[in-house]
T-cell receptor, first 115, second 115 residues
Framework: AQTVTQSQPEMSVQEAETVTLSCTYD???????LFWYKQPPSRQMILVIR??????QNATENRFSVNFQKAAKSFSLKISDSQLGDAAMYFC????????????FGTGTRLKVLA | SAVISQKPSRDICQRGTSLTIQCQVD?????MFWYRQQPGQSLTLIAT?????????ESGFVIDKFPISRPNLTFSTLTVSNMSPEDSSIYLC????????????FGPGTRLTVL
């Protein structure tokens, strides 16, 4: 069975600085997708970034980028130029590429942004 | 992406009662999901709501406790039956996007407190 691990329950970053959130996963599959979701205090889960396992190029969305290391089964999220609005819970998620649409979520990392 | 609404946004209920949560999507979607997020925890999939047939429940969740309806492609309900304080959680519905990533988009959640 697949698992997703986020080893950092909480992280802090100074406004305008860069922070990296860690995520590792375990799977025997070669085809899968990885996601980072953000859950602000308002509770609305928002998709931040996504990555296909077969793509070597790391995904980037504005200030958000990932470091995808397939062999190491690592999928970290880098937030550059951190803003106060980035404060939230961040969840890493895995989805098999085999036809099931179920997500497996990590336990989350709470990010605090310090002014 | 789909716009998803949930009702109620929060409720406080007495043990032994039941609560029905509604999930409405602004477009037709093939797959809808119900998740539970216990306080300070990650998201756990309860079931997949199938249009025109019974929901598919995950291990540890049963239809008698969490009956689900999916009368059409834009609407679903989740009922939390015979509630106990352990059912106090955030309940979220999500829908699957039909694109290549089949990513999920989430509703704002329903915060349930059982006294």
């Amino acid at each position: 069975a697949q698992t997703v691990t986020q080893s950092q329950p909480e992280m802090s970053v100074q406004e305008a600085e860069t922070v990296t959130l860690s995520c590792t996963y375990d799977t025997s599959e070669s085809d899968y997708y990885l996601f980072w979701y953000k859950q602000p205090p308002s509770r609305q889960m928002i998709l931040v970034i996504r990555q296909e396992a077969y793509k070597q190029q790391n995904a980037t969305e504005n200030r958000f980028s990932v470091n995808f290391q397939k062999a190491a089964k690592s999928f970290s999220l880098k937030i550059s130029d951190s803003q106060l609005g980035d404060a939230a819970m961040y969840f890493c998620a895995y989805r098999s590429g085999s036809g099931t649409y179920k997500y497996i979520f990590g336990t989350g990392t709470r990010l605090k942004v310090l002014a | 992406s789909a716009v998803i609404s949930q009702k109620p946004s929060r409720d406080i209920c007495q043990r032994g009662t039941s609560l029905t949560i509604q999930c409405q999507v602004d477009s037709q979607v093939t797959m809808m999901f119900w998740y539970r997020q216990q306080p300070g925890q990650s998201l756990t999939l309860i079931a997949t709501a199938n249009q025109g047939s019974e929901a598919t429940y995950e291990s540890g969740f049963v239809i008698d406790k969490f009956p689900i309806s999916r009368p059409n492609l834009t609407f679903s309900t989740l009922t939390v039956s015979n509630m106990s304080p352990e059912d106090s959680s955030i309940y979220l519905c999500s829908v699957r996007d039909g694109g290549i990533f089949n990513e999920q988009f989430f509703g704002p959640g329903t915060r349930l407190t059982v006294l």
